[in-house]
């Protein structure tokens, strides 16, 4: 239907996630992952209180998130199995680029909490139609670790923040599957009246 991804509803249109562990070289280099960081900072967001956080995990320093994660699961698992181990191990090496996005609200603000984390899921929904915009596929993955104390502490986490999600990107090395999308009328409807 979309050859031309160049037209904003065909980048709509045709975003898709791939799996993080399918994800390879390329990922984004410094000009594009700013691109990308950018477009995900162009959100609504009501009292201008920019309530969200991108912590970019460089190659680096993924021998250092894996480290992290081995002691937060250790922290929460009584005995911890080479599966589990081998797991946590291969999510942190996962993909060429990952960015840490955070809800970070403040909460002395008179805007609703709600509102601020509604402005975060924007800002996340930004950075992954980004990605495909610069040619690449994102994943947008959660898991036990966005819900950790002692992982959101180490990304700078303060009072009501919350791991938004790990955002992996790069190249896919599969074809992607399509998943089916919900009928629009079982989710649209015409309002009826008071
Ligand atoms: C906040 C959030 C967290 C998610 N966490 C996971 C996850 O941990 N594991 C997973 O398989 N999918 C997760 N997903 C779903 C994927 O990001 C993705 O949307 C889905 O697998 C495929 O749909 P898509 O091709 O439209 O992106 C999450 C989505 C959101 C919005």
Redesign the pocket.
């Known amino acids: 239907m979309f050859n031309d991804l160049s037209s904003p509803a065909a980048l709509m249109a045709t975003r898709?996630?791939g799996k993080a562990r399918d994800l390879t070289a390329p990922g984004p280099d410094a000009a594009q992952l700013e691109r990308i960081l950018t477009a995900a900072t162009r959100v609504p967001d009501h009292g201008k209180l920019a309530p969200w956080r991108f912590v970019v995990v460089p190659q680096d320093k993924r021998a250092d998130f894996a480290r992290l994660l081995q002691d937060a699961y250790a922290a929460r698992a009584e005995t911890v199995g080479r599966l589990a181990q081998e797991a946590v191990e291969q999510f942190a090496y996962q993909a060429p680029c990952l960015i840490v996005a955070l809800s970070t609200p403040a909460h002395a603000s008179h805007i609703p909490i709600w509102e601020q984390e509604l402005s975060a899921g924007a800002a996340c929904q930004n950075l992954a139609i980004a990605a495909h915009a610069e040619g690449f596929v994102a994943?947008?993955?959660?898991?036990w670790a966005a819900y950790s104390d002692k992982v959101l502490a180490a990304f700078g986490g303060g009072r009501d923040a919350r791991i938004?999600?790990f955002f992996f990107i790069g190249t896919p090395s599969r074809e992607l599957d399509e998943?089916p999308r919900p009928a629009l009328d079982a989710v649209v409807t015409e309002w009826q009246g008071y």
């Open positions: 898709r996630s994943n947008w993955l959660s898991g938004a999600g998943r």
